[in-house]
């Protein structure tokens, strides 16, 4: 699906997911696969992951249909031809993180840490990509918040520094991902970065995204600035279900 043009520019389709680590809900199945069929048929221009394994020796020992290469790349397939991956937790067997994949260049990317002190390591990865019909990059970043609302706080104030210094005001920013805000403070906390969440912006409050089975909490987030218009749509169907714990959430920009 190429982007489309209008008279105020063109649109971009943007989808965010939590893959967690490849596996359902309670890691009953291996399920990369079929998430990879999926992202193929909604076909977004960009793609924001959390939770994407870079590598992982046991699993590639124990399951056949382990991939040869990255989650991230294998999920690229020949759609995505740019790609990066931010590593953030690290442990005997391998390391997951956070990519971003891309059907425009990617001129630059830096995966800056936000960990607090303990055993939760989290990063967020900013990519600066360059359709060739924009004059201007487009600022993608990824985000997977911690747990703890302290973290979050903390980590939110930091993002908010990250776009201060690196995105300039006149460019367009994408900031999406599995935010973990389910007392919803997140919206407040960013206004002083001047984005806004597509969701919020169109019903009121962010899309219920978690459990996928059954989405109660409003965990994931597509913040956006410099943009002329967004519609924003949760991927609610029951094969989207089946293939992570988080819903995706998915966007068109207008810019």
Not at 54 to 74: C, I, N, T
Not at 115 to 125: A, F, H, I, Q, T
Request: contains cysteine.
């Amino acid at each position: 699906m190429q982007p489309q043009r209008d008279a105020s520019g063109f649109t971009l389709r943007l989808l965010t997911v939590n893959t967690h680590k490849g596996f359902t809900s309670f890691n009953r199945r291996f399920m990369l696969h079929d998430l990879r069929e999926a992202l193929r048929e909604a076909s977004p221009d960009i793609v924001f992951l959390q939770e994407i394994v870079g590598a992982h020796e046991g699993h590639a020992g124990r399951l056949p249909d382990w991939p040869a290469q990255s989650q991230y790349e294998y999920l690229a397939d020949t759609l995505w031809s740019d790609f990066a991956y931010g590593r953030n937790a690290v442990y005997p067997e391998g390391h997951h993180g956070n990519a971003i994949l891309s059907r425009y260049p990617i001129e630059s990317w830096n995966n800056h840490d936000v960990s607090v002190s303990g055993k939760e390591p989290r990063g967020v990865l900013h990519c600066v990509l360059r359709p060739p019909e924009l004059q201007q990059p487009l600022h993608a970043v990824c985000v997977h918040l911690g747990l703890r609302e302290d973290h979050r706080q903390r980590q939110l104030q930091q993002l908010c520094e990250l776009t201060q210094l690196h995105v300039p005001n006149d460019e367009p920013l994408v900031i999406a991902g599995d935010f973990n805000d389910w007392r919803r403070r997140a919206d407040r906390a960013l206004a002083r970065c001047h984005v806004r969440e597509v969701f919020t912006m169109h019903y009121g409050r962010p899309a219920r995204s978690y459990p996928a089975i059954c989405p109660v909490l409003r965990l994931d987030r597509i913040y956006v600035r410099g943009v002329r218009a967004s519609r924003p749509e949760p991927q609610t169907s029951r094969v989207w279900a089946r293939l992570s714990d988080h819903v995706p959430l998915t966007a068109e920009i207008s810019l």
